[in-house]
């Protein structure tokens, strides 16, 4: 078998890449969390759970609600910038 062949055979024994967004459901509703690896954020953003920067270049999650809030037409407008531990207590 050549290289190429074998190469291609591993790849479809793999699993599926992850969902870039996830559907999570919290006490106040429903959201879509996606993950940032950090290594696409260039720019410091607040953290809605613990009030302090997350920094550039650190991992963490951007949530927003599934359903919009009244003044909103899309609930991605409503973005949030989370640690990734104050997210998981947020329950």
């Not at 291609?8 to 999570?24: D, G, K, M």
């Not at 290594?39 to 609600?65: E, M, N």
């Amino acid at each position: 078998m050549s290289r190429r062949k074998a190469a291609a055979a591993r790849a479809a024994r793999r699993e599926p890449p992850a969902p870039r967004e996830q559907l999570v459901h919290r006490r106040a509703g429903d959201f879509w969390q996606r993950f940032i690896t950090g290594t696409t954020s260039s720019k410091p953003y607040r953290c809605p759970g613990c009030d302090q920067l997350i920094p550039p270049a650190t991992p963490h999650f951007v949530v927003w609600p599934d359903v919009p809030s009244l003044l909103e037409t899309d609930g991605v407008n409503e973005r949030r910038h989370w640690h990734q531990r104050c997210w998981e207590r947020h329950g």
